[in-house]
């Protein structure tokens, strides 16, 4: 056998740090085998493990041959482990105390419960959410599967950059040709006026809204959220203490009028102006130039997220409202998530220049750098032109997908749900009729198979829209049809209380 062969049977026991105090008056076979046993009660050294041998462990923990083995012989005979002729030392599969200790089976936790801080508190249930439904079930929000193609395009494109990997510390803001290319990108398509200098490369748009609440906003702040409210970035901001005031969202958007009517001035507003989350309207340009000239008077910064804005389907979406600012408070925001790949990880922000500094240091205490790999891979996927047909593609394929799913549901439920075909986006609202409550039924079509997300509990103030969300991105015939018969089937069986 190998030592290659050693080393994978043995597993992760021989990666278990174990010293020995050569001044202590505990003899040195004796602290050996109390380390081991602690490691193998304590799961490091988990059940079935291969001990390393004899000559391996002498070397590793700096023993003697003969102490190895005279440590290994007290746990075999306590039942620690257990000997296998011509193969070796193995962790027991039946370890004595293992049921007893933290984790383990049996233990309970403490009934006063375990100290966490006061924003972990406040988000962990702040409002009732269904937990994440398995891929495969009709539905679910957040599916972006490329075709063929861009598979191909971009694997070829990951194998010149295998490469990537540096021995050194990268730009807090991400890879320079990365973030020319977004600069390039946000310019023709949605109107975004900024240097590669003003873009931060981030793990998604929840990081990139994450590090705009960091760098902008205090404690005790009073910030601005439609009212309903995009869950994420509403539990980001309370998370960092900030104090939510909710406008109201009508069929233009948020009103404007009601939020220069607020008792507290904000410091900041959170706005999905593109295709307001979850309701889909889209903020009229009369209202971005309102919100814009109310920014400017208040001194209040506009943190636009703009997460699916490349899905427009029947004319040109409005411009960014960060291309229409010429007051320099708009904070944008974007991601790759539903464009290309929700695995990439790849979202980027755009400040105003004075800014950076700020924005650059706090960007470097999240993660210090974005990994450079798939940042060169999507710039090449950029640059080489490969974005804009791969879109034209996704754009037909989700606009099928959302006319199957809204014919369906209008042949199928139109007695249960009042549904409006969207102009944007990867997902549609269909409203419940009066006295119907979302998140019961919601848990009830988990029950037949359907993955539908309740609106309601993204209320940030009372008077909720009772509704569901249906996602539309990557559907599938068959799955439209599957998914429109089991809501059909639960509106038929659900019986109220």
């Given amino acids: 056998m190998t030592s290659a062969d050693t080393r994978r049977r043995e597993g992760t026991a021989h990666l278990v740090d174990i010293e020995v105090d050569r ?33 391996a462990a002498s070397r590793l923990w700096g023993v003697s041959r003969g102490l190895v083995t005279e440590a290994y012989e007290t746990l075999l005979s306590e039942g620690y482990a257990i000997g296998r002729v011509g193969s070796g030392t193995y962790v027991s ?9 933290p984790g383990g089976a049996g233990w309970v936790a403490p009934e006063h419960g375990r100290l966490i801080s006061r924003a972990a508190r406040a988000v962990a249930t702040p ?10 079930i009709p539905f679910i929000m957040g599916r972006t599967p490329p075709d063929a193609k861009t598979r191909g395009v971009l694997t070829r494109i990951a194998h010149r950059h295998l490469g990537a990997l540096s021995d050194h510390y990268r730009d807090p803001q991400g890879e320079e040709v990365l973030r020319e290319a977004v600069a390039a990108y946000l310019l023709a398509a949605r109107g975004v006026r900024c240097l590669p200098s003003q873009i931060f ?22 910030v601005a959220v439609e009212n309903p409210c995009y869950p994420p970035a509403r539990l980001a ?16 958007g948020l009103d404007v009028t009601a939020l220069a009517a607020l008792a507290a001035a904000p410091r900041a507003i959170y706005v999905t102006p593109s295709h307001q989350y979850p309701t889909g309207t889209v903020l009229s340009m009369a209202r971005r130039l309102a919100l814009l000239d109310w920014a400017a008077a208040t001194g209040a910064w506009v943190i636009e997220d703009d ?14 409202l960060q291309g229409v600012d010429e007051h320099h408070c708009v904070i944008y925001a974007g991601t790759f998530s539903k464009a290309l790949l929700p695995g990439l990880r790849l979202g980027y922000l755009v400040v105003p220049e004075d800014l950076v500094p700020a924005f650059r240091v706090m960007r470097a205490l999240l993660d210090r750098f974005p990994a450079p790999f798939q940042q060169l891979v999507v710039a090449d996927f950029l640059a080489e032109g490969h974005f804009s047909s791969h879109l034209r593609r996704l754009r ?8 199957v799913l809204v014919s369906l549901l209008h042949a199928r439920l139109a007695d249960h749900l009042r549904v409006d075909s969207p102009h944007q986006g990867v997902h549609l609202l269909a409203r419940l009729g009066a006295g119907r409550n979302d998140v019961t039924l919601a848990k009830a079509a988990r029950r037949h198979g359907v993955a539908v997300l309740p609106v309601s509990p993204m209320h940030v103030a009372p008077m909720p829209l009772h509704g569901f969300l249906f996602g539309f991105s990557g559907l599938t015939h068959a799955e439209a049809d599957l998914g429109t018969a089991g809501l059909a089937a639960m509106f038929a069986a659900f019986k109220p209380g």
């Fill in 127 to 136: 409002v009732p959410q269904l937990a994440d439904p398995p891929l495969g």
């Fill in 201 to 222: 490369i981030t793990a998604g748009s929840q990081q990139a809204i994450d590090l705009a609440i960091r760098t902008l906003i205090d404690p005790g702040d009073v």
């Fill in 396 to 403: 037909e394929a989700y606009r099928a997908s959302r006319d």
């Fill in 93 to 101: 599969t039946d370890v004595p105390e293992r049921a007893a200790r």
């Fill in 23 to 55: 001044a202590s008056h505990v003899p040195l076979a004796r602290q050996l085998y109390l380390a081991l046993r602690e490691g193998i009660v304590a799961g490091r050294m988990p059940p079935g493990e291969r001990l390393p041998s004899t000559r």
């Fill in 307 to 320: 997460y699916d804005s490349e899905f427009r389907y029947d004319d040109r979406p409005l411009a960014a």
């Fill in 237 to 252: 901001l309370t998370v960092h203490g900030a104090r939510l005031a909710a406008v109201p969202v009508d069929g233009d």
